[in-house]
Structures are given as C-alpha cells and as structure tokens.
C-alpha cells in the first residue's frame, strides 16, 4: 500500500498516521511466520510449552527469513521515509521484534522515544529528522495491550489505542507521547516490529546500525544482502549504483562473500555509464 502524501501531512499534524493494512496479506503471514520461527511462538504454543520460549529469540534485524527482512525494508516505508526526512540519502536505524502475551504484567507508562534515538537535544526543527515506526503483525483487538497514541498538543487521555488488523503500521515521531496499555484479554498474543530511519548527514541520531558487532548473525546477513535490491543496501551503508567502489573486484568480492549476491544491476549500470 502506497503512504500517500496527505497521510504524510497528517503524520506531521498529529505525530503519528496509523496505516491499516498496510501489509498485503502474503506479507502478513510471511513475516508472522518468521517472527514465531525466530523470536517467540505464537500464544498457544507458549502457554504449552509453560509459559517458555524455545525459539532462538533472535530480536534484532537482519534474520535468516526474507518475509521478517522484507518489511523491515519495505520499498514504500522507505518511499515515505524519504519524504519525511526531505531527502534520498537515509539509512536505517531500527528493527526489532517484541511481544506481548496474555496473562503477563507489561510496561504501560507513556514516554517519547527520542532518549534512546538521538544524542541530540529536542529542538523544534528536529520533529521530523528521525522517522519511527511499528507494525502490528497481528490483529489487536480491545484489551490486547494497544499502543496508545497521543496526538501533538494534546493531553494523554486524548491517545488513540492502535486497535487494527494485523498487517497494519503506525508511523511517528521520536517526540511523539505513546505507551502500550495493560493487556486485560484472557488470551491471546501482540507480535510487534519496530522499524526506524534517520538522515545520512545526522550521525548524531540512530537508536542502532546493522553489522556482526551489532549482533547480526552470518546467515541472516547473509540472506539481507543477497535478497536486497541496490536501494536497500543504501540503507546499512553502501553506496547508490554508479558510485566508484562498485569495480569489478569488490563486485567480484562480494560474490564470493555472500552467496547469491547479484552484481548485475551494478555491472549494467557501469555499461551505461561508459556509453
């Protein structure tokens, strides 16, 4: 689903837009299969297995599962990325899992997310130099720990609950007021992602940045840069096609790094550029 510039501005009005269905339903159930794959199982399973999680707990992007990656770098949250942050030249900042199960005490107090996203202080030119984001992978109903949205200038019992169906996204400020709420269902579960993006020319900001320091394992690297488009790359560090380090050796190199890397694009580029 394309965010549309009106959106946009009311994302700026507000602090936040809440986007339902903003996943296709393939996307959906991809990415849900990865989350309980590689993080945490679904309520039923958990409650199962005594309330223990026996997957690998991997919150932290890139994994080993192109549904989860893909959201993370979905061409249109980048598209609006970019034109929230007034520029081409972004980066990703942010991706990680959660979850909320029933019958457990959570965290419900209201904050802003810029503390942990920016060493910077808040000033008011900043609002929008930092883009946060969550999808809800599942649906959220009344009394399953909605994430509350306050919108700006107003007080926090003005917040919106994120009551959506799942594939549905929240876009926001690191100066936005939220909290999650008590989750007062008797059953069931709240699979969450966080995605964030910053400019290139702040590096002052930025809660993360993706390399194996970061805790980024051989295999989902490995499966993030071989399903990558050029474009996504751009996002953990490498340059645009037609930049100077894409020779034939490095093309070469990465090739041999990682399996199922296509250096076509770059090779085509490099042809026209000497045409």
């Given at each position: 689903m394309h965010i549309t510039?009106?959106?946009?501005?009311?994302?700026?009005?507000?602090g936040f837009i809440i986007i339902k269905n903003f996943l296709s339903d393939d996307e959906r159930e991809a990415a849900l299969d990865g989350f309980f794959t590689l993080f945490s199982?679904?309520?039923?399973?958990?409650?199962?297995?005594?309330?223990?999680?026996?997957?690998?707990?991997?919150?932290?992007?890139?994994?080993?599962?192109?549904?989860?990656?893909?959201?993370?770098?979905?061409?249109?949250l980048v598209s609006a990325?970019?034109?929230?942050?007034?520029?081409?030249?972004?980066?990703l900042c942010e991706g990680h899992l959660g979850i909320k199960y029933a019958g457990e005490k959570h965290w419900t107090s209201f904050h802003i997310d810029y503390g942990n996203n920016t060493l910077g202080p808040h000033v008011e030119c900043d609002d929008f130099m930092n883009l946060s984001c969550f999808y809800c992978f599942d649906d959220v109903d009344e009394g399953m720990a909605p994430i509350r949205m306050v919108p700006n200038n107003e007080p926090e019992e003005s917040a919106v609950p994120m009551i959506v169906p799942g594939?549905?996204?929240?876009?926001?400020?690191?100066?936005?007021?939220?909290?999650?709420?008590?989750?007062i269902a008797s059953t069931g579960h709240r699979p969450t992602m966080w995605v964030g993006f910053t400019r290139k020319d702040r590096g002052w900001d930025g809660g993360r940045s993706f390399t194996y320091k970061s805790g980024a394992t051989a295999t989902g690297m490995?499966?993030?840069?071989?399903?990558?488009?050029?474009?996504?790359?751009?996002?953990?560090?490498?340059?645009?096609?037609?930049?100077?380090?894409?020779?034939r050796e490095f093309l070469e190199g990465m090739s041999k790094r990682y399996s199922g890397f296509s250096p076509e694009p770059y090779l085509a580029k490099m042809l026209d550029n000497h045409d």
């Open positions: 510039d009106a959106q946009l501005a009311t994302y700026k009005e507000q199982p679904p309520y039923d399973q958990y409650i199962a297995q005594g309330r223990k999680n026996n997957t690998p707990g991997q919150s932290l992007f890139p994994w080993d599962h192109s549904g989860l990656n893909h959201v993370v770098v979905h061409p249109d990325a970019e034109r929230i942050l007034d520029t081409r030249e972004i980066r594939g549905s996204v929240c876009l926001y400020s690191v100066f936005t007021r939220h909290a999650a709420s008590e989750f490995g499966r993030f840069i071989a399903d990558a488009s050029p474009r996504q790359l751009e996002l953990l560090g490498f340059p645009p096609l037609g930049d100077a380090l894409w020779t």
